[in-house]
């Protein structure tokens, strides 16, 4: 399968059925993809495939566990034909490894496997108290290297890191942009942002936005705005 023109995915962030389709009917338009996560896959299960109709799914569900559990999670999902998964880059070489030889049987319709590397939730003190000295950039370089060698076809990454990565990576990996704010907009949790316009120019291949689209007064205008500014 080819990926998606639009570099825009919108995150489907709600446990409600009937919201989680009117945000897809009213963004779909403006995006490549929809961004189906742990809110929405915890609540609605496989069903929640069914919300993102014909529209190309993001599975965001960061799968993390042994080798062979990943495995079988994976070849469960291959039937609902998401087209990229994430999964965590700290599982080890191994579980990615496991990870990319079973989505192979589905050929070219086989979803791109995107690696977590460091959450950006976590701080350096945060990354210290579990036992990761050197601070979020060492570590996100070292885990996006284990990543891509063991099979993932890219990463999800912070507006600030693209740099290095593409840098130490070039432009073949695909990276999966979130934190992003339209100039103007509510930061919210997200401590790291970027405007959409930044995150493309600076070598995104895909953002990823919730929040600003899905509570803004007209999601489908707000979704179209963004979608028009990174043409
Ligand atoms: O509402 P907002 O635009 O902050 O949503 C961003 C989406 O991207 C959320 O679904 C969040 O879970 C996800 N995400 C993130 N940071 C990461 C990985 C995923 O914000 N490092």
């Known amino acids: 399968m080819g990926l998606p023109a639009k570099r825009l995915i919108v995150a489907i962030d709600t446990p409600d059925p009937v919201r989680a389709r009117e945000l897809v009917a009213a963004v779909g338009p403006s995006c490549g993809l929809v961004k189906l996560g742990l809110e929405v896959f915890s609540a609605l299960g496989p069903a929640a495939f069914g919300v993102a109709g014909a529209h190309p799914v993001f599975l965001d569900v960061k799968l993390h566990d042994i080798p062979n559990t990943v495995a079988g999670a994976v070849r469960a999902l291959l039937v609902h034909r998401p087209a990229m998964l994430t999964l965590h880059a700290a599982g080890g070489a191994a579980m990615i490894a496991a990870a990319r030889e079973a989505v ?122 963004i979608a028009a500014s990174i043409l």
């Open 104 to 225: 192979e049987p589905a050929g070219a319709t086989r979803p791109l496997l995107l690696a977590v590397t460091v959450l950006t939730s976590l701080s350096a003190a945060t990354l210290s108290q579990i036992g990761v000295a050197g601070g979020p950039r060492q570590q996100v370089l070292r885990l996006a290297r284990l990543a891509l060698e063991a099979g993932a076809d890219g990463l999800v990454c912070s507006t600030g890191e693209i740099a290095m990565l593409r840098d130490a990576f070039g432009a073949a990996p695909v990276l999966v942009v979130p934190g992003i704010r339209p100039e103007g907009a509510d930061h919210g949790d997200q401590a790291r942002v970027a405007t959409p316009e930044a995150a493309v120019a600076a070598g995104a291949s895909y953002i990823v936005v919730g929040r600003p689209i899905t509570r803004a007064d007209d999601p489908a205008a707000a979704a179209a705005a």
